[in-house]
T-cell receptor, first 112, second 114 residues
Framework: NAGVTQTPKFQVLKTGQSMTLQCAQD?????MYWYRQDPGMGLRLIYY???????DKGEVPNGYNVSRLNKREFSLRLESAAPSQTSVYFC???????????FGPGTRLTVL | QKEVEQDPGPLSVPEGAIVSLNCTYS??????FMWYRQYSRKGPELLMY????GNKEDGRFTAQVDKSSKYISLFIRDSQPSDSATYLC??????????????FGKGTLLTVNP
């Protein structure tokens, strides 16, 4: 039982490049989330998927798109990366009748 | 006023000290309260989960919720250097609809010195 996994762990992009961050969970959870974490800003919700087939914007969705590929997988895409998107990105999942969320190890993204 | 306020610290204590970490909140609908621990360069991990008011104890950790004051606390007894981490409070109004989201504090950085 790996919990929540994220790939890649690290990534360096140039301004304007695109990339997709991958997230998968093996806990059969219905809900999945993408956050970014910046110094002094805390965790900020980018997008979430309350259940398979649905996605909704969070607090800071601009510049990002998401896909809930199936119940296990939820990807985050940066179409045209900007330096302001330099951050640590965390995926999380929630399920089992509880409000607690379980986080992945994170992806450290630098946009030059 | 932010929905959740948490003193960012940093907080530095000697090994063996009792540590008190706190959050205040403004949304009276919150009824589920969590504490997460985040080690440097790692993802947050769930430490404590409580529902409504009261206390919950787990080993050296005690979580307290006072809904009348909109105040939650995490106490760490006999603190150890391995407790050095950032502690995040989180809360929600309950499952369903837009309430699937958690509201997080910004975290308190704790260092326990040997």
């Amino acid at each position: 039982n790996a919990g929540v996994t994220q790939t890649p762990k690290f990534q360096v992009l140039k301004t304007g490049q695109s990339m997709t961050l991958q997230c998968a969970q093996d806990m059969n959870h219905n809900s999945m989330y993408w956050y970014r974490q910046d110094p002094g800003m805390g965790l900020r919700l980018i997008y979430y998927s309350a259940s398979e087939g649905t996605t909704d914007k969070g607090e800071v969705p601009n510049g990002y798109n998401v896909s809930r590929l199936n119940k296990r997988e939820f990807s985050l895409r940066l179409e045209s990366a900007a330096p302001s998107q330099t951050s640590v990105y965390f995926c999380a999942s929630r399920g089992g009748g509880s409000d607690t969320q379980y986080f992945g190890p994170g992806t450290r993204l630098t946009v030059l | 006023q932010k929905e959740v306020e948490q003193d960012p610290g940093p907080l530095s204590v000697p090994e063996g000290a009792i540590v008190s970490l706190n959050c205040t909140y403004s949304n009276s609908a919150f009824q589920y309260f969590m504490w997460y621990r985040q080690y440097s360069r790692k993802g947050p991990e769930l430490l404590m989960y409580t529902y409504s008011s009261g206390n919950k104890e787990d080993g050296r950790f005690t979580a307290q919720v006072d809904k009348s004051s909109k105040y939650i606390s995490l106490f760490i007894r006999d603190s150890q250097p391995s407790d050095s981490a950032t502690y995040l409070c989180a809360m929600s109004a309950g499952s369903g609809g837009s309430n699937y989201k958690l509201t997080f504090g910004k975290g308190t950085l704790l260092t326990v010195n040997p």
